[in-house]
């Protein structure tokens, strides 16, 4: 189920003399089973950006298109499309209300008008992907720690059946146990299930170690797009639009200027251990 952008255009207070544009011009095609991250300093159109991906904002001008299908079409219906493209937003926990877990994560799959049996089956299996036990169902949201409510939040999303998952920042706030856990089950949920999977990050280290493909916004526009190698030999250029690369490319730099013989675009711990092994000339291990 691909995703394009055509020329989209947005601007906050259009036809007022506070008018901020901010989106210019995007052009963007997201393929099914994608996994991209999207990164760019704060304000830099990031969140404006994932949605217009299931049409919580209309661009101002140019056009989004689901399946082959445009979403601004008179007919279309972008209820449906809700469901299909899931949006996790910052904190999510924030959108917890019910009495207790299980009840929350049944909330969205029973407001598509599913049955008690489907949207009860629908919950247990989004659960269960994202690793929240049985012994949790009559919990209160509430009483969770901060990574499981994230998990709960997630796991409402999950129930609707998406094809596409957007997060935006899923890891804001959480302590480096609770990140790596997050971005686990988000790693495993999207080789289990083979959905579309848009992780918004601030963490250069998360969308190294886990996406496929980078989407650098600056003010607005696409300044980058590419895999994570690609991306992140612009390190001076990233700098100046308030970016970094992961910690490992500048190691990396720094030991080539040292001499040792090393790759610059390796963007992962694991790929740098084996190539300083290979420059010392000691065997890497596998891992």
Do not use: W
């Not at 008008?113 to 036990?133: D, F, N, S, Y």
């Amino acid at each position: 189920m691909a995703m394009d952008l055509e020329h989209v255009n947005y601007v906050y207070g259009a036809d007022t003399e506070l008018s901020v544009a901010a989106l210019k011009d995007i052009c963007l095609h997201i393929d099914d089973g994608e996994f991209i991250g999207l990164i760019g300093h704060t304000g830099s159109g990031k969140s404006t950006l994932v949605q217009h991906l299931n049409g919580l904002i209309r661009a101002t001008s140019g056009t989004v298109s689901y399946n082959g299908s445009n979403i601004y079409d008179k007919d279309y219906d972008r209820k449906q499309l809700r469901s299909r493209v899931g949006l996790v937003f910052q904190y999510p926990e924030h959108q917890l209300f019910e009495i207790d877990v299980f009840s929350d994560v049944c909330f969205g799959p029973k407001n598509l008008g599913l049955g008690k049996e489907e949207t009860e089956a629908r919950a247990r299996e989004a659960l269960e992907l994202v690793g929240i036990g049985e012994e949790y169902y009559t919990q209160s949201p509430f009483d969770l720690s901060g990574g499981q409510k994230r998990r709960v939040a997630i796991a409402g999303v999950l129930a609707m059946k998406p094809d596409m998952l957007v997060l935006d920042e899923p890891t804001a706030g959480l302590d480096p146990k609770g990140r790596d856990e997050i971005l686990g089950e988000i790693c495993r949920l999207r080789e289990k299930t083979g959905m579309t999977v848009v992780l918004v990050s601030h963490s250069m280290e998360d969308v190294a170690n886990y996406v496929g493909r980078i989407v650098v916004m600056n003010k607005g526009s696409i300044l980058f797009d590419g895999t994570p190698r690609e991306v992140f030999r612009h390190v001076r250029k990233l700098e100046e639009v308030g970016l970094a690369a992961p910690q490992v490319t500048y190691i990396m730099n720094m030991l080539k200027d040292a001499g040792l013989k090393v790759d610059t675009d390796v963007t992962t711990l694991k790929e740098a251990c084996a190539c300083i092994l290979e420059a010392v000339g000691r065997p890497g291990r596998e891992s």
